[in-house]
Structures are given as C-alpha cells and as structure tokens.
C-alpha cells in the first residue's frame, strides 16, 4: 500500500506555478471592479441633487432680480418678482414669485444644458407666524422633458396643481422661459 505516494505535496507536472496567486488576484480584481461598476452607475437623482446644490451656490453670488407688472382677471394689478441666474451665458436657475390676496405663490425652474431639470411650485400664507409653511407644493423631476418623479406637499389641489403632470408642468416652464428671455433682452437694450 502506498498512501504516502497519494498525498503528495509537491507540485504535479501539468500544473502550471503561481496558479492559486493569479486567481487569487483575478479574484480580488474581479471585486473591486464590481464595486466600483456599481458605485458609478448613472443615479438621476443624485445627479439632479448634485445640480441644484452648484446652481443654488452660484444663486448666492451673482442671482439677478426685476419685476413685472400685469393685471389679473377684472383689473387687479400683480406685482411679479422674478429672480434669474446666469452662468457661462446660460440660464441655469430662475424663480417667479407673485401674491394673490393673502397668498405667496413660488415658482422656480433649474435647468442643465438648456433643459428643465427640476421645477418647484409652492403656496404658502403670505407673512405667516411660522416663515416656512407651506399650505400646497409640488416638485417634478424631468430627464431629456420627460417626468421621472412627481411629488406633492400640502393640502389637496390648489391653482397651482396640474391635472396632467406629465405635459402641463412643460407648458408653463416654456411659457415662462420665453417670457424670462423677452425680460432680459428687453432689460439689456434699455
């Protein structure tokens, strides 16, 4: 009987040297490129998170503000703030903010690349006790003009509120874009 002959510590001819330390390496490479794979994958909203936090920062240092007068339904005058952000000659934020009797109605569009990324539509007490209560709010999260999210804050549906989420947000954006790049070009040749 041989059994020492069957367990044989040494290496056999076909086995090639340094085999378990290249799949040991393969094996570590392996995970660490996964890891990695899915740490990079294309989250929207971080991306869209990412975008506002930048433009907000820039908002801090150079937002530009001017008003516009209209009249609304039997001629009651509207006062419209509008506040805008410039940056490498585009636009990348703008807020209209308006009072309707003893409501404050915000609006407020970011942009990337030309594009709505994200629009916030709330209405709040104007000069409440508390400063941030918000009666009724809306965010939609929008990716080549298409809706990815929509959520909603407040109490039921208001003027504000959209009975087609996925079209009428677009339509306002763009009605208020247009009006934005009329303001500022008339602004500019006065």
């Known amino acids: 009987m041989r059994i020492p002959a069957a367990i044989a510590t040494s290496r056999r001819p076909h086995q090639p040297t340094g085999l378990p330390i290249t799949m040991l390496?393969?094996?570590v490479a392996l995970a660490l490129s996964s890891t990695a794979?899915?740490?990079s994958r294309y989250d929207w909203r971080t991306n869209i998170d990412q975008v506002i936090h930048e433009t907000d920062s820039l908002s801090l240092k150079s937002q530009r503000t001017f008003y516009l007068n209209k009249i609304k339904g039997k001629d009651d005058p509207l006062k419209e703030t509008w506040y805008y952000t410039v940056?490498?000659?585009n636009i990348i934020v703008f807020e209209v903010r308006y009072r309707v009797d003893s409501l404050e109605y915000?609006?407020?569009y970011y942009m990337s690349r030309n594009r709505l990324i994200c629009m916030e539509?709330?209405?709040t007490d104007f000069l409440s006790y508390y400063e941030d209560e918000i009666k009724h709010g809306e965010v939609f999260f929008f990716d080549h003009d298409m809706l990815i999210q929509y959520v909603t804050v407040g109490?039921?549906?208001t003027d504000l509120s959209f009975r087609d989420p996925q079209y009428e947000p677009l339509r306002?954006?763009?009605k208020r874009?247009?009006?934005l790049q009329k303001n500022i070009l008339a602004l500019a040749t006065n």
């Open 25 to 27: 390496m393969t094996i």
């Open 37 to 39: 794979f899915t740490q």
């Open 87 to 89: 940056h490498n000659n």
């Open 106 to 108: 915000t609006e407020t």
């Open 121 to 123: 539509l709330y209405e």
């Open 155 to 157: 109490n039921g549906l």
């Open 172 to 174: 306002r954006f763009y």
């Open 177 to 179: 874009y247009i009006e």
